[in-house]
């Protein structure tokens, strides 16, 4: 029996997303596929399905490298019609006539997990890109449904992804590592719509993403009911398997491609968290409340709070950071987004408060 430890596919999943012009009226409506290659619509590990706005379907297809186009038509439905249908992060155009939504996709050259059920949102500034997933419980899929959804862990890992940049800030280690060319910090939530990315319990993620990937340290920080920090799970990006958990209070090194130190936190035992860095301060990220959001500290000083409402209905993030010291330093931060895939719009910025 062969247990070769390196295992390639010819074949990939590329999911395509239909977005109903009216939420929570049901019925998959026929569809159908040709191609002048193997390609099929797949229904193994419920990668077909429906939600309340959408309708989600995988095709599996050769990898293929040239001008390799798969021809779909969808028939009418009499409930709703279709609004806009997407594939790997583009919207797609289609026609729509005689009964039927007809359209194309190419697949030339995809390669690796199919990426049209993301919708993410991202922020980068000098050393620190921070990513936002658009989650709704009308899209929830995989391990999540509307019975378990999780909207606090949510909120949670929002607040303190924008809690760690502002940490991150004062700490200076964006431009740090932007000046010495060391990579740059990631700050990741978790997403609740994806078959094929699980990303399950809810968490949130403060990698150190070396200028490769290969190597990255990539804590996955789990939250509990409640949204307060309970572990932290530490993986290197690139090598399968190996992974440490970090008990509360044992400090998470994290150290540059040469083995300098960088940065460090550690869980605390109310559900929070400390950071700090060589020589540096400890700046606390308390755990979150959906009254306060999360308050933040310094050498136990208090120093602000950070309050975060996230509208994906409408695309839209207000963010506000209220500095303890004076008004000088608040912040109001507004992000608007395509709420099919998060593709930001516009930022306005207001530190005037």
Not at 152 to 162: G, P, R
Not at 179 to 205: A, S
Request: hydrophobic content about 30%.
């Amino acid at each position: 029996m062969s247990d070769f430890p390196y295992k390639s596919s010819k074949y990939r999943y590329t999911a395509i997303r239909f977005i109903k012009s009216k939420k929570g009226i049901f019925g998959i409506p026929k569809i159908n596929i040709s191609a002048d290659f193997e390609c099929e619509i797949t229904k193994e590990n419920g990668l077909y399905y429906e939600t309340d706005g959408e309708i989600v379907i995988y095709i599996k297809h050769f990898i293929l490298k040239d001008a390799c186009l798969i021809s779909i038509d969808v028939e009418d439905s009499e409930e709703y019609e279709i609004k806009n249908i997407l594939c790997e992060g583009k919207y797609i155009a289609f026609d729509h006539s005689s009964n039927k939504y007809i359209f194309q996709i190419e697949i030339s050259g995809l390669l690796g997990p199919t990426r049209t059920l993301y919708a993410h949102s991202i922020l980068r500034e000098d050393g620190i890109t921070l990513r936002v997933e658009e989650n709704d419980i009308g899209r929830c899929a995989g391990k999540y449904d509307k019975d378990t959804y999780p909207q606090t862990q949510i909120d949670a890992s929002v607040h303190y992804t924008f809690a760690a940049r502002e940490v991150l800030r004062h700490m200076g280690i964006g431009k740090y590592l932007h000046d010495n060319h060391l990579g740059y910090i990631l700050l990741l939530g978790f997403e609740t719509c994806n078959e094929l990315h699980p990303d399950y319990p809810p968490h949130w993620h403060l990698i150190f993403r070396w200028p490769y990937f290969c190597g990255s340290q990539a804590p996955h920080i789990y939250i509990d009911k409640e949204g307060k920090m309970e572990s932290n799970v530490t993986y290197i990006d690139g090598i399968s398997g190996v992974c440490r958990k970090y008990q509360t209070l044992e400090w998470c090194k994290m150290v540059d491609m040469y083995g300098a130190d960088v940065i460090a936190f550690r869980l605390v035992e109310d559900g929070g968290m400390e950071l700090t860095s060589p020589g540096g301060n400890t700046y606390k990220i308390a755990p979150y409340s959906r009254e306060e959001g999360v308050k933040v500290y310094c050498d136990e000083r208090y120093i602000g709070n950070i309050t975060v409402k996230n509208d994906t209905d409408n695309g839209q993030i207000k963010l506000l950071w209220n500095n303890s010291d004076c008004i000088q330093g608040s912040y109001k931060e507004i992000i608007e987004y395509d709420q099919y895939t998060g593709t930001i719009t516009k930022i306005e910025l207001d530190d005037s408060k």
